[in-house]
T-cell receptor
Framework: GENVEQHPSTLSVQEGDSAVIKCTYS??????FPWYKQELGKGPQLIID?????GEKKDQRIAVTLNKTAKHFSLHITETQPEDSAVYFC????????????FGAGTTVTVRA | DSGVTQTPKHLITATGQRVTLRCSPR?????VYWYQQSLDQGLQFLIQ???????AKGNILERFSAQQFPDLHSELNLSSLELGDSALYFC?????????????FGEGSRLTVL
Protein backbone atom coordinates (compact mmCIF):
# COMPACT_ATOMS: atom_id res chain seq x y z
CA GLY A 1 0.00 0.00 0.00
CA GLU A 2 0.87 3.67 -0.02
CA ASN A 3 3.57 4.82 2.40
CA VAL A 4 3.82 8.53 3.21
CA GLU A 5 6.83 9.91 5.04
CA GLN A 6 6.81 13.39 6.52
CA HIS A 7 9.66 15.59 7.72
CA PRO A 8 10.45 17.21 10.02
CA SER A 9 8.51 15.85 12.98
CA THR A 10 8.84 19.17 14.81
CA LEU A 11 9.49 22.66 13.52
CA SER A 12 9.99 25.86 15.48
CA VAL A 13 10.00 29.15 13.61
CA GLN A 14 10.11 32.81 14.51
CA GLU A 15 6.93 34.72 13.85
CA GLY A 16 7.10 36.19 10.37
CA ASP A 17 9.48 33.55 9.03
CA SER A 18 8.53 30.78 6.62
CA ALA A 19 7.89 27.14 7.43
CA VAL A 20 8.35 24.24 5.05
CA ILE A 21 7.16 20.66 5.56
CA LYS A 22 8.10 17.92 3.13
CA CYS A 23 6.46 14.61 2.34
CA THR A 24 7.36 11.71 0.11
CA TYR A 25 5.10 8.95 -1.10
CA SER A 26 5.71 5.52 -2.51
CA UNK A 27 2.85 4.79 -4.91
CA UNK A 28 3.45 6.47 -8.25
CA UNK A 29 -0.28 6.14 -8.98
CA UNK A 30 -1.18 8.53 -6.15
CA UNK A 31 -3.09 11.46 -7.54
CA UNK A 32 -4.48 13.49 -4.67
CA PHE A 33 -2.44 15.17 -1.93
CA PRO A 34 -4.24 17.06 0.84
CA TRP A 35 -2.78 18.81 3.87
CA TYR A 36 -4.61 18.86 7.17
CA LYS A 37 -4.07 21.10 10.19
CA GLN A 38 -4.89 19.84 13.67
CA GLU A 39 -5.15 22.37 16.44
CA LEU A 40 -4.98 21.31 20.07
CA GLY A 41 -8.08 19.42 21.10
CA LYS A 42 -9.59 19.52 17.63
CA GLY A 43 -9.91 17.19 14.71
CA PRO A 44 -7.81 17.67 11.58
CA GLN A 45 -9.08 20.24 9.10
CA LEU A 46 -8.25 20.46 5.41
CA ILE A 47 -6.22 23.57 4.61
CA ILE A 48 -5.12 22.96 1.04
CA ASP A 49 -4.92 20.14 -1.46
CA UNK A 50 -3.33 19.48 -4.82
CA UNK A 51 -4.01 17.01 -7.58
CA UNK A 52 -1.49 15.30 -9.79
CA UNK A 53 -2.19 17.42 -12.83
CA UNK A 54 -1.02 20.56 -11.00
CA GLY A 55 2.50 21.46 -9.85
CA GLU A 56 1.76 24.24 -7.42
CA LYS A 57 -1.22 25.75 -5.67
CA LYS A 58 -1.46 28.83 -3.46
CA ASP A 59 -4.02 30.09 -1.00
CA GLN A 60 -3.00 33.31 0.72
CA ARG A 61 -0.03 32.48 2.96
CA ILE A 62 0.04 28.76 2.25
CA ALA A 63 1.21 26.96 -0.84
CA VAL A 64 1.77 23.38 -1.85
CA THR A 65 4.16 22.09 -4.49
CA LEU A 66 4.14 18.67 -6.09
CA ASN A 67 6.96 16.87 -7.88
CA LYS A 68 5.50 13.69 -9.36
CA THR A 69 8.80 12.54 -10.80
CA ALA A 70 10.48 12.60 -7.43
CA LYS A 71 7.27 11.60 -5.62
CA HIS A 72 7.37 14.36 -3.11
CA PHE A 73 5.23 17.32 -2.16
CA SER A 74 5.72 20.20 0.24
CA LEU A 75 3.72 22.68 2.27
CA HIS A 76 4.99 26.23 2.52
CA ILE A 77 3.67 28.70 5.06
CA THR A 78 4.90 32.27 4.67
CA GLU A 79 4.78 35.12 7.19
CA THR A 80 3.97 32.69 10.00
CA GLN A 81 1.70 33.83 12.78
CA PRO A 82 1.05 32.37 16.26
CA GLU A 83 -2.23 30.88 15.05
CA ASP A 84 -0.25 28.74 12.60
CA SER A 85 1.01 26.71 15.58
CA ALA A 86 -0.52 23.25 15.15
CA VAL A 87 0.17 19.75 13.91
CA TYR A 88 0.18 19.45 10.13
CA PHE A 89 -0.45 16.19 8.29
CA CYS A 90 0.19 15.43 4.67
CA UNK A 91 -1.67 12.63 2.95
CA UNK A 92 -1.83 10.83 -0.37
CA UNK A 93 -4.64 9.02 -2.09
CA UNK A 94 -4.68 6.72 -5.06
CA UNK A 95 -7.36 5.11 -7.14
CA UNK A 96 -5.58 1.77 -6.83
CA UNK A 97 -6.14 1.95 -3.07
CA UNK A 98 -9.80 2.82 -3.47
CA UNK A 99 -8.88 6.43 -2.78
CA UNK A 100 -8.11 5.78 0.88
CA UNK A 101 -5.98 8.49 2.37
CA UNK A 102 -2.60 7.48 3.77
CA PHE A 103 -1.36 10.08 6.24
CA GLY A 104 2.13 11.11 7.20
CA ALA A 105 3.12 11.03 10.87
CA GLY A 106 2.60 14.77 11.32
CA THR A 107 4.72 17.84 11.95
CA THR A 108 4.29 19.90 15.10
CA VAL A 109 4.82 23.52 14.16
CA THR A 110 5.49 26.09 16.86
CA VAL A 111 5.58 29.76 15.94
CA ARG A 112 7.60 31.80 18.44
CA ALA A 113 6.39 35.33 19.10
CA ASP B 1 -17.44 23.21 13.70
CA SER B 2 -17.02 20.48 11.08
CA GLY B 3 -20.56 19.19 11.45
CA VAL B 4 -19.30 15.75 12.51
CA THR B 5 -20.30 14.78 16.03
CA GLN B 6 -18.50 12.18 18.09
CA THR B 7 -19.45 10.82 21.48
CA PRO B 8 -18.16 10.35 24.06
CA LYS B 9 -15.34 12.90 24.06
CA HIS B 10 -13.48 11.08 26.79
CA LEU B 11 -13.70 7.51 28.00
CA ILE B 12 -11.72 5.73 30.67
CA THR B 13 -12.05 1.98 31.05
CA ALA B 14 -10.16 -1.10 32.13
CA THR B 15 -8.36 -3.78 30.19
CA GLY B 16 -10.63 -6.51 28.91
CA GLN B 17 -13.64 -4.25 28.67
CA ARG B 18 -15.68 -3.27 25.63
CA VAL B 19 -16.63 0.23 24.50
CA THR B 20 -18.66 1.76 21.72
CA LEU B 21 -17.79 5.04 20.06
CA ARG B 22 -20.45 6.87 18.13
CA CYS B 23 -20.26 9.18 15.15
CA SER B 24 -22.85 11.30 13.39
CA PRO B 25 -21.60 12.48 9.99
CA ARG B 26 -22.31 15.82 8.39
CA UNK B 27 -25.77 16.13 6.97
CA UNK B 28 -25.79 14.63 3.49
CA UNK B 29 -22.45 12.82 3.79
CA UNK B 30 -22.68 9.15 2.90
CA UNK B 31 -19.12 8.06 3.69
CA VAL B 32 -17.86 7.57 7.23
CA TYR B 33 -14.25 6.83 8.07
CA TRP B 34 -12.68 5.80 11.34
CA TYR B 35 -9.08 6.69 12.20
CA GLN B 36 -6.90 5.91 15.20
CA GLN B 37 -4.34 8.42 16.43
CA SER B 38 -1.96 7.11 19.06
CA LEU B 39 0.51 9.27 20.97
CA ASP B 40 3.05 10.74 18.57
CA GLN B 41 1.54 8.76 15.73
CA GLY B 42 -0.15 9.83 12.58
CA LEU B 43 -3.65 8.96 11.60
CA GLN B 44 -4.10 5.26 11.02
CA PHE B 45 -7.04 4.37 8.81
CA LEU B 46 -9.27 1.72 10.36
CA ILE B 47 -12.38 1.33 8.26
CA GLN B 48 -14.76 3.09 5.88
CA UNK B 49 -18.49 2.76 5.35
CA UNK B 50 -20.47 4.15 2.46
CA UNK B 51 -24.24 4.35 2.64
CA UNK B 52 -24.45 1.55 5.14
CA UNK B 53 -21.98 -0.84 3.57
CA UNK B 54 -18.40 -1.54 4.49
CA UNK B 55 -16.25 -0.10 1.75
CA ALA B 56 -12.64 -0.38 2.80
CA LYS B 57 -10.63 -1.81 5.62
CA GLY B 58 -7.31 -0.63 6.93
CA ASN B 59 -5.28 -1.81 9.88
CA ILE B 60 -8.27 -2.65 12.01
CA LEU B 61 -7.80 -5.32 14.65
CA GLU B 62 -10.16 -8.30 14.78
CA ARG B 63 -11.20 -7.13 18.26
CA PHE B 64 -12.60 -3.99 16.65
CA SER B 65 -15.73 -3.79 14.54
CA ALA B 66 -17.89 -1.07 13.12
CA GLN B 67 -21.19 -0.50 11.41
CA GLN B 68 -23.13 2.25 9.73
CA PHE B 69 -26.84 2.45 10.38
CA PRO B 70 -29.67 3.43 8.01
CA ASP B 71 -29.63 6.97 9.40
CA LEU B 72 -25.92 7.03 8.43
CA HIS B 73 -24.52 7.33 11.93
CA SER B 74 -21.73 4.91 12.68
CA GLU B 75 -20.44 3.06 15.70
CA LEU B 76 -16.98 1.67 16.36
CA ASN B 77 -16.91 -1.21 18.81
CA LEU B 78 -13.67 -1.98 20.62
CA SER B 79 -13.58 -5.19 22.67
CA SER B 80 -11.12 -7.06 24.88
CA LEU B 81 -9.38 -3.75 25.35
CA GLU B 82 -5.64 -3.62 25.91
CA LEU B 83 -3.43 -0.83 27.21
CA GLY B 84 -2.18 -0.22 23.68
CA ASP B 85 -5.66 0.63 22.49
CA SER B 86 -5.45 3.93 24.35
CA ALA B 87 -5.67 6.54 21.63
CA LEU B 88 -7.74 9.26 20.02
CA TYR B 89 -10.32 7.81 17.68
CA PHE B 90 -11.52 10.11 14.94
CA CYS B 91 -14.50 9.80 12.73
CA UNK B 92 -14.57 11.65 9.44
CA UNK B 93 -17.22 11.98 6.77
CA UNK B 94 -17.36 12.95 3.14
CA UNK B 95 -20.08 13.26 0.59
CA UNK B 96 -18.42 10.94 -1.92
CA UNK B 97 -17.25 7.35 -1.97
CA UNK B 98 -13.61 8.16 -2.43
CA UNK B 99 -11.51 10.44 -0.29
CA UNK B 100 -10.33 12.70 -3.07
CA UNK B 101 -12.46 15.44 -1.68
CA UNK B 102 -12.43 17.01 1.72
CA UNK B 103 -12.81 14.80 4.75
CA UNK B 104 -14.55 16.47 7.66
CA PHE B 105 -13.26 15.24 11.00
CA GLY B 106 -15.00 15.18 14.32
CA GLU B 107 -13.19 16.28 17.46
CA GLY B 108 -12.39 12.72 18.41
CA SER B 109 -13.04 10.34 21.26
CA ARG B 110 -10.13 9.96 23.64
CA LEU B 111 -9.98 6.43 24.99
CA THR B 112 -7.84 5.63 28.00
CA VAL B 113 -7.43 1.97 28.95
CA LEU B 114 -6.08 1.41 32.47
Amino acid sequence: GENVEQHPSTLSVQEGDSAVIKCTYSDSASNYFPWYKQELGKGPQLIIDIRSNVGEKKDQRIAVTLNKTAKHFSLHITETQPEDSAVYFCAASTASNDYKLSFGAGTTVTVRA
Amino acid sequence: DSGVTQTPKHLITATGQRVTLRCSPRSGDLSVYWYQQSLDQGLQFLIQYYNGEERAKGNILERFSAQQFPDLHSELNLSSLELGDSALYFCASSVSLGSTGELFFGEGSRLTVL
